[in-house]
């Protein structure tokens, strides 16, 4: 191990207890995992489908199934609410919730930037202390990343690039295949967020979005995407989710590389996925070689306890920053919405004479 970079964001003194609203497959998978390891207490579940949250609540152990959004609402200020519906319900779910809580809000923020507008206004009327869940930027690896860069260890930031080349099983997300917008808005949406978490918003985007003969029922599965950022910094996504072949080349990597240095990171959870391997990160400074620094967690499930994390000490006044308020996850939400403007957008055509 070379450096000691930050990797986990410190905990509530005296955390909350948590009420979740939706019991779907990512509070099963990450948020009640995360929220175990963590030692946070989760006090109650409500989903529509009541067996959801049934099966939930015997699986980890929690002693409250909700009958309606109204009785989980009743605890007030006393609790945090982890609201994981689906965008299209979330300003129904969120009117139902008590003024004045804080409130964990599952991506993306809305489907579009005009949702993502009616969540705001919602949180902003009933003064909820509501972060998005964003939570790649909150990853061991990303973390890292994040204080190399601040700490001055890669220099001025040059070049960013994020790839994908993968086979990710489509038929496990069933429900995408009634979106229009899926690659950028479901998926890539987290590496739009890290980016602008960690160098600002761009100027501008340049985008193309596909579909693919080999995950034909989904409006997109393939994306190439530069941000724009004037003439220093040089910022690309690459992105296939259909490359089944055998997976020597497979490659989920995100680079960062500076005037001094640079980190490259292995995103593993999209490695063979459901299975995931192990996520990496090399750092390689001037003059040096190489060297390979050691995590202590990874995406799935500990990024999930550092938004929790960072709301909980926010709401009790720990926190200076909520990083991914409501006012900064619409930015977020503005730039995947110029990714789909930029989709309509001719390309220059050649001049031939």
């Not at 991506?107 to 993502?116: F, H, R, S, V």
């Not at 602008?196 to 080999?214: E, H, I, K, Q, T």
């Not at 110029?338 to 050649?350: D, G, Q, R, T």
Request: aromatic residues 8%; proline residues 5%.
């Amino acid at each position: 191990m070379t450096n000691k970079f930050q990797q986990f964001w410190e905990k509530p003194t005296n955390a909350k207890p948590i009420i979740i609203i939706g019991a779907g497959d990512i509070v099963n998978d990450a948020h009640m995992p995360a929220y175990k390891k963590a030692g946070f207490s989760v006090t109650g579940v409500f989903d529509i489908d009541e067996a959801k949250a049934i099966k939930l609540a015997e699986k980890w152990g929690i002693n409250k199934i909700y009958t309606s959004i109204s009785e989980a609402s009743a605890s007030g200020q006393e609790h945090i609410y982890d609201v994981a519906v689906p965008p299209s319900v979330m300003v129904k779910v969120l009117e139902q919730l008590p003024d004045n809580v804080a409130v964990l809000i599952q991506k993306p923020m809305g489907e579009c930037l005009e949702q993502a507008k009616e969540i705001q206004d919602v949180c902003h009327r009933k003064n909820l202390t509501a972060a998005i869940n964003f939570q790649l930027r909150f990853s061991p690896m990303m973390l890292a990343i994040r204080d190399a860069i601040n700490s001055g260890v890669l220099g001025d930031v040059l070049d960013i690039d994020l790839n994908i080349n993968i086979s990710t099983p489509w038929e496990s997300f069933p429900f995408l295949k009634k979106m229009e917008r899926v690659e950028v808005g479901v998926h890539s949406i987290h590496y739009f967020d890290l980016i602008r978490s960690l160098v600002g918003n761009p100027d501008g985007v340049f985008v193309r979005s596909l579909a693919d003969p080999r995950a034909a029922e989904f409006a997109q599965t393939r994306t190439s995407a530069i941000l724009d950022y004037g003439e220093k910094l040089r910022v690309t996504l690459s992105i296939n989710h259909n490359h089944g072949f055998d997976p020597k080349f497979q490659d989920a990597s995100f680079r960062v590389e500076g005037s001094k240095g640079c980190m490259k990171a292995k995103i593993g959870v999209l490695m063979n996925y459901p299975n995931g391997e192990p996520d990496e990160l090399w750092l390689c400074k001037e003059q040096e070689p190489w060297q390979q620094i050691e995590l202590e967690g990874s995406w799935f499930p500990d990024a999930f306890i550092g938004t929790m994390s960072n709301l909980q000490r926010f709401d009790s006044g720990e926190d200076d920053t909520l990083l991914t308020s409501v006012g900064d996850a619409i930015q977020t939400m503005s730039l995947i919405e110029a990714c789909f403007i930029s989709m309509k957008v001719p390309s220059v055509p050649l001049s031939l004479t």
